[in-house]
């Protein structure tokens, strides 16, 4: 079966590079080096506008692409250039480096090359936007707020953004502990909400230490999950074989690697991302922003989203609350995810 799907990906991929190019059209790898570590970036979209969103994914540990599976990137890439940048030590990311030397501010380095090597290879015209998921949100704001970052980039877009996770862990229990004392009362699995509505009861919110959060997060996946069940967040499209053939067509071997969700980063780094709040320092934010949130997001409740619209220091600022998604809004309301994108890049292009 194995050898029929690599058979499959390398015919239609033979198919495609015999058609008539279109200029406007990239489809481009580059791979950036910085401090040991080799990270690809995929890129893809319409060029002709010179417009480049820079995709930050979440995890620490997730895979870039799955995001350009997703009928919202689809549609985003016929308008924009979106770069699907691997993150150090994760996914298709190569290179040799000290995993004890691993931190947010090397990881703020790296995107700063990446946005170095972009222009150079595209031209100083280049016109950047961040799109931060999850952990991106952190890493974005981390980005933003660091010496004269923000003079790079045209717009910032955070999605969910885990950029306080003490607070996240925080608003979570106590979400958790409502939302599912409210869908009990609704008779909607009743059960399963038992179970964590038992666990985050006894959570001394002013003590949560690194184990306590790793749980919170698994608990608001099943509430997440049981919610899709109940039909109160939406489903989002389902992800056909011609969706992984059309993403990896070019690359079938970066789509088995990538879809093993490998990562590498050690105590320490782990410890830094679950500790580092950085609420206090969202007024250092001037650049036009958008904060796009499910209204059902247990990962990153929504009080995270409205603190940010309300703490950057801009006018040009605006929250959109997906009332019928959870943690991926880009998935579960993928129509008004690409309405709020696009008008937001074209009022601040």
Not at 173 to 194: F, I, P, R, Y
Not at 314 to 325: A, C, H, M, P, Q
Request: net charge negative; glycine share 6%; aromatic share 12%.
């Amino acid at each position: 079966m194995r050898k029929k799907t690599i058979i499959l990906f390398f015919i239609i991929s033979t198919l495609v590079s015999c058609k008539k190019e279109d200029f406007s059209i990239l489809s481009d790898v580059i791979y950036i080096r910085n401090a040991g570590a080799d990270m690809p970036a995929y890129i893809y979209g319409n060029v002709s506008e010179k417009i480049f969103i820079i995709f930050l994914h979440g995890g620490p540990g997730n895979n870039a692409l799955d995001f350009r599976i997703s009928e919202s990137a689809k549609e985003l890439e016929k308008k924009y250039t979106i770069v699907y940048w691997q993150q150090r030590g994760q996914g298709s990311s190569e290179g040799s480096f000290n995993t004890e030397e691993m931190t947010i501010n090397c990881m703020i380095e790296d995107l700063n090359a990446v946005l170095k090597v972009l222009r150079y290879k595209y031209g100083n015209d280049c016109r950047f936007f961040l799109l931060g998921h999850s952990w991106g949100g952190e890493l974005g704001t981390a980005f933003l707020i660091k010496n004269n970052n923000q003079s790079q980039i045209k717009g910032w877009i955070e999605v969910d953004g885990a950029h306080d996770i003490p607070k996240v862990n925080i608003e979570a229990a106590k979400m958790l502990l409502d939302v599912g004392e409210e869908q009990m009362a609704l008779n909607n699995s009743k059960d399963k909400w038992q179970t964590i509505v038992d666990y985050v009861s006894q959570i001394d919110t002013n003590n949560i230490n690194n184990k306590i959060g790793r749980e919170i997060n698994r608990k608001a996946h099943d509430a997440e999950k049981y919610l899709l069940e109940d039909k109160v967040i939406q489903n989002p499209s389902g992800r056909t074989m011609q969706d992984y053939v059309t993403t990896y067509q070019q690359d079938w071997l970066t789509g088995i690697i990538s879809t093993l969700y490998t990562y590498v980063y050690n105590d320490s780094f782990y410890n830094e991302i679950e500790t580092t709040s950085f609420t206090d320092d969202l007024h250092k934010i001037s650049v036009p922003c958008l904060f796009l949130w499910g209204k059902y997001d247990f990962v990153v409740p929504v009080q995270l989203g409205i603190d940010a619209c309300n703490f950057v220091n801009t006018t040009d600022k605006k929250l959109v609350i997906f009332d019928k998604s959870g943690h991926f809004p880009m998935e579960n309301q993928s129509d008004k995810f690409v309405n709020e994108v696009t008008s937001f890049i074209e009022t601040y292009k």
